[in-house]
């Protein structure tokens, strides 16, 4: 069983859509897969379900005694279940910043459900506040997908310190899978990038770069993963790949 956090404080590095098309890559090859939207901003509830709301989302499990099952919505064009996200969600780290236990409310909330799934996803909110330390706690692993082109070395610091900090503070140790290198250029900023990556951090890069393709902003227009819209392409055939290979050492 497998959760896995899809973080990077960064706004615009494709967690979003490395969440979206790994699930449903997953889901094509037969896996249940649950998608859980815990960014304000919805970007992968809207990419789902386009303007559709929902009475009651990934907010009300963290603030309400309402139960993961109750929001579950089934998305058949990406063949999983997902729990929707809405801006309420912004105003969360205020309301449970003084509760006890506030670090470990997804975790707990999520115990009930986690059975029902070979995998659970979590698409993170750009930011490492009490959202994101939700996920981490839940999580037994992440993944961090940067953008060469915005690749900053104080964000993964900043990441592989926070996870220190959950592992000597709240005694919960979350394994880095690896970072996913996306919309991929290949220029000559791109390689030193990998090339900086590689040699300073402890990291797994994946093999499979994915590749900046149009293929991605079409597909969230039409309420699809790349891997259905146009398997075809560039970045679908990335997809399907490395997820396969992030599937590898699962249990
Ligand atoms: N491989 C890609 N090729 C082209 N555009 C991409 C690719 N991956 C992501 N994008 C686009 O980049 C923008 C940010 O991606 P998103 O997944 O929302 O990032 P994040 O969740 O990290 O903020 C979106 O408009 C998305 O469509
Ligand atoms: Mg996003």
């Known amino acids: 069983m497998a959760i896995i956090s899809v973080i990077n404080q960064k706004g615009g590095v494709a967690k ?10 997953w889901a094509k090859q037969g896996k249940n897969v649950l998608l859980i939207d815990l960014d304000p901003q919805a970007s992968a509830t809207r990419s789902i379900f386009g303007d559709q709301d929902f009475d009651k989302t990934i907010y009300d499990v963290i603030i309400n005694r309402v139960t993961p099952e109750e929001t579950v919505v089934r998305s058949e064009n990406f063949g999983i279940d997902v729990i929707p996200s809405e801006i309420m969600l912004s105003g969360v780290d205020i309301q449970i910043a003084a509760h006890f236990g506030r670090e470990r409310v997804l975790k707990k909330k999520l115990e009930s459900i ?10 993170c909110p750009p930011s490492l506040g009490l959202l994101t330390i939700n996920a981490l706690m ?37 394994g ?15 390689r030193e990038v990998i090339e900086k990556i590689k040699a300073e951090y402890g990291v797994r890069i994946f093999d499979e770069y994915i590749p900046d393709n149009i293929a991605v902003e079409e597909a969230h227009h039409q309420h699809l993963p790349v891997v259905t819209y146009s398997p ?4 679908s055939q990335a997809y399907m790949t490395l997820s396969s290979e992030l599937w590898e050492n699962e249990k």
Request: charged content about 30%.
């Open 114 to 123: 986690k059975k029902k799934y070979d995998a659970i996803l979590i698409d």
């Open 16 to 25: 979003t859509t490395t969440s979206l098309n790994v699930a449903a890559s």
């Open 138 to 174: 839940a999580s037994r692993d992440i993944v961090i997908p940067i953008c060469p082109e915005y690749f900053s070395a104080k964000g993964i610091d900043l990441i592989l310190e926070t996870l220190k900090n959950l592992q000597t503070g709240l005694g919960h140790r979350v």
């Open 176 to 190: 880095v899978r690896g970072i996913v290198i996306t919309r991929y250029k290949d220029r000559k900023i791109a």
């Open 232 to 235: 075809e392409s560039r970045a």
